[in-house]
């Protein structure tokens, strides 16, 4: 399956990272989808292009498209635990603007399963029934989400993650690449596991977890949280 949950619009992405020339390669493989602008913050502009689209300046630019046939997708992986495409997400919605939402190929989405708005799931995802994942969440390639299991918004999960069943994935979370979460395990929002990181039992708001398991408190010079 490739594609969003609607084809046939105009694209406005946010960024012009390695992820916002990712994103406009794949949408644009979809029929009918135009990437017709990419937008970044004032002062952060270094090029006038990127894949034929031209880059504008300050997030108010999205204002120059028209909200009836134009969505958007903020391309910003999990800087400041997924805050900033966090803000720049509300934002934009609060324009009137619909995000769009796109699902890679190659993986399996169980029809029973749910992907909330403004979702990027990259190729050989397998999602498995009853499966919430929630909105503004990024699943990069190769991962696998077991039944019963929720990813809560503004998460970012990195490639070849393993969540078992009944797992629930806290907001604003990260899982690093090879991380894996056994049965039944509630991780807390603002939660970051970093590489190959197995976790057995449950944890609270903003940990941070590497192996071997020992929880560190998140220090808020390295993720501006409110705690």
């Not at 934009?92 to 029809?111: I, L, R």
């Not at 969540?163 to 807390?188: E, Q, Y």
Request: aromatic content about 12%; some cysteine.
């Amino acid at each position: 399956m490739v594609g969003t949950v609607e084809s046939g619009f105009d694209l406005v992405i946010f960024g012009d990272s390695s992820f916002a020339e990712i994103a406009n390669l794949y949408f644009g493989r979809i029929p009918n989808v135009r990437v017709v602008a990419h937008v970044v913050d004032k002062g952060f502009k270094s090029r006038d292009s990127l894949a034929a689209s031209p880059v504008l300046e300050g997030r108010e630019s999205l204002g120059k498209f028209d909200a009836a046939t134009t969505r958007f997708f903020v391309a910003v992986t999990y800087v400041e635990m997924n805050t900033v495409r966090e803000e720049i997400f509300f934002q934009w919605k609060e324009m009137g603007f619909t995000p769009a939402t796109y699902v890679g190929h190659g993986g399996y989405v169980d029809e029973r399963a749910s992907i909330g708005e403004h979702c990027f799931i990259f190729e050989n995802n397998t999602i498995q029934p009853f499966v919430e994942i929630g909105s503004n969440v990024v699943l990069w390639s190769g991962n696998h989400i077991g039944h019963h299991s929720k990813i809560h918004d503004n998460s970012f999960i990195s490639s070849h993650v393993v969540v078992s069943g009944h797992c629930s994935i806290g907001r604003n979370s990260f899982l690093g690449v090879n991380s894996t979460i056994a049965n039944n395990i509630s991780l807390g929002g603002y939660s970051w596991n970093a590489p190959s990181t197995l976790m057995t039992s449950d944890t609270g708001v903003g940990e941070f977890w590497r192996p071997p398991q020992r929880p560190v408190k998140t220090d808020k010079r390295m993720f501006p949280l409110e705690q």
